[in-house]
Each structure stands twice: as C-alpha cells, then as structure tokens.
C-alpha cells in the first residue's frame, strides 16, 4: 500500500504531465524563435531569455512533481511545494505589473493634451494615415475631433448610429462652429488604440494570475501529500486504507 491516497496522486500526476507536455511546446516555440532574437533585440523587443526560463520552469517543475510523487519522498514534495510558493509570488507580481502599466497608459492617454496631438496634425503624412486610420477604426482625433480645429475631415463621419464596432462609443454632433460632417466619432484613436492594447494586457494577465491560481493548487496538494508520507512513516494510517 502507498503512503498517498491513490485518487490524490493520480490527480497530482495528470495535471503535472499536462503541464510537462506544454512545457515541451513551449520550449520547442522557444528554440524556433531563437534564431530571431538578435531582430527583437536590435529594434528595442524583450529579449528571449525569459522566455527559455519560464518554458524551462514550466517543463522542468512538473517532472519534479512526477518523481515525488512515484518515489512518494518528503524531501522532493517539499522541494515541489517551495518552487510553487516562488512561482506563486513571481506570477502575482507579473500580473499586478501589467496591471499598473495598463492603468498607467490609460492615464496617461486620458489626460493626453492637444500637444501630443500637434505633431500629428503638422505633417502631412502623419495627417493622411490619421484619416485612414479614422475610417477603420470608428474614430475622430488624436486625443479629441478638436485636433482637427474649425476643418474636421470626412474620415470623421459617423455614417450610422447602429454601425457595430467593438471600441467605437457612438456618434455625436460636430463642435460648434466647425466644418465638416454633421455627425462625427465620438471616441477618439488613442482610445481605440488603448482598447488594442487592453485586450494583449487582458490575456497576459489572465495568463500570469491563472498560473499563480494553479502554483497554489499544486502547493496545497504538496501539503496533503506531505502529511499523508509524514502520518504513514510515523505509523499512522493513510487516506487510502484496507478493507478489514
């Protein structure tokens, strides 16, 4: 009979194959990327490093909590559990540092100026994707329709009230006093831009608090399994007893 209660340990085992196998797609994602680091990091990207050490840990700490649980040891449980508590707070702190950079670049998109907009609005390049931008994105202005001044452009023109955009707010009536169409975008593109940037933040996020759910999931049943070796070796009964 086995220290640990059968059901646990199959359990245990089960979820930590499934992580070593997307541990091994992740690592095999990381050597196909490998050979492209040297353009990420030439233009200003992450460098890839991190990326080899969170797919390592996710390959390598299942395989830990494989082993410790066939060879059923306190020593590898405690190890598992204290890798877990680790990974558990670097996840946390992962994710409450997306969460304040989201909230940083919405402030900082919210409090925006018609000085950021300036450069925009001087060069005519810049000027022409910005009217191209508009017509895709339901949008009008940089920061505000009054970027365009007194002369808003066509690109601006709420065609119709019912027209479904994800991160469009409706129509409004144009400023008073300018010309152009009547109805025009009530959002503006760096709100439509922040929204882009919302969804890439939503799934980090999502991502870094699910592990630190699962870190606390594995660290809780490395906990009854520890006790469950502790109370057989001190002459206890497991959870898993025999029918007398």
């Not at 925006?112 to 000027?127: G, I, Q, Y």
């Not at 329709?145 to 991160?167: A, L, M, R, Y």
């Not at 919302?198 to 906990?223: D, P």
Request: charged share 15%.
């Amino acid at each position: 009979m086995g220290k640990i209660n059968g059901c646990i340990k199959c359990l245990f085992i089960f979820f930590n194959v499934v992580f070593a196998l997307l541990g091994g797609v992740l690592v095999y994602g990381a050597v196909k990327a490998t050979p492209f680091s040297h353009q990420f990091t030439a233009v200003g990207g992450p460098s890839l490093a991190w990326t080899w050490v969170f797919a390592l840990g996710v390959l390598i700490l299942p395989v830990l909590g494989i082993v410790a649980a066939c060879m059923e040891k306190q020593l590898l449980f405690k190890i598992f559990a204290g890798f877990m508590v680790a990974g558990m707070i670097i996840m946390l702190i992962f994710g409450i540092v997306v969460v304040v950079a989201r909230n940083t670049l919405k402030d900082s998109l919210d409090s925006a100026s018609a000085e950021v907009a300036k450069p925009f609005m001087e060069d005519e390049a810049m000027r022409a994707i910005l009217m191209q931008f508009e017509e895709q994105g339901h949008c009008c202005g940089v920061v505000s329709s009054n970027d365009w001044g007194n002369n808003i452009p066509q690109s601006c023109e709420c065609k119709d009230q019912n027209t479904v955009f994800p991160f469009s707010t409706g129509c409004e009536a144009k400023p008073v006093g300018a010309s152009g169409p009547d109805e025009i975008y009530a959002t503006s593109c760096s709100g439509v831009i922040f929204e882009f940037f919302n969804i890439f933040f939503k799934i980090i996020m999502g991502i870094f608090f699910t592990f630190a759910v699962l870190a606390l999931l594995g660290l809780l049943m490395s906990i009854l399994m520890i006790h469950q070796i502790r109370k057989h070796d001190s002459g206890g009964s497991s959870m898993a007893m025999k029918s007398y």
